[in-house]
């Protein structure tokens, strides 16, 4: 069978990032059975051949108005999908869907009728948002990395910020690489309208990576590997205090000093 891959390399090239990352998330034990979505723009991989492609769905709901996303193309890991089955068949588990002119339906498009993730409400009100405010960024990327969930269980980590101070302080590369940090969203149902909206909230609070209690994280970036270097530079954070507390002691992390003199040399926000 003829696959929309086959019309356009660079869109090949992109579900082949997604595929990896999948592979990468199912690898650390972030994606038992079905869990975790990852949704990408495609919108500029998209040529003529593709936009005259016909729907192979009815059109479904975007669970919302999403104004910026009108004739806008998105790659999603379809619902009820393994993330492991997604690195090895990405058409399989996963599909293209085109945003309608209405702005409040999409259709899939794709190589088959697979449904988009059970998170689409956040995923694209989250790209609705991005585009709104000028932004680059292209994918979004839920998964749920254990020990950074584990943080989630107690009060006084989700304090505002409490989790980025600790995270950051853990080795150097995370405030590099993760220089906004990670936002907390209380909890909610998953999938609902009200996760994605506080989701928007604490993004545009200006955070690239969010916390969502005793459930997951939500990233965004220019790209689906940099949403998952992130999530990963993070994690590597969150098992260092852990070992450490298996060891027997609080970790004493970096001092002010030496975070002050990090954000200093590599330009980063205080
Ligand atoms: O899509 O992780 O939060 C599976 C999930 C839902
Ligand atoms: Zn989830």
Redesign the pocket.
Known sequence: MQSILDSSLALKAAVGDVAEVAGYLWGKGW?E?????IVINVTEFVNDDIRQMHAISAPLSTSGYMPHLKGSYFFC?G??RRMRDLARWPMENGSVIRILDDCEHYEIIADKAVMP???LPSHLAVHNYLIGKGSTYKASL???PTELVAMSHTNKFLEKDVLTKLLWSMIPETKAFCPRGLGIVPYML??SVELANATIKTLAENYDVVL?EK??VFAIGEDVMQAFDMVDTLCKSACIYMDARMMGFEPDGMTVEQMAELSETFHLPK
Do not use: L
């Open positions: 994606a059975r079905n869990g975790g979505n890991k619902t009820n993730t059970s998170e839920h998964t749920h998953p999938g969502w459930h997951g």
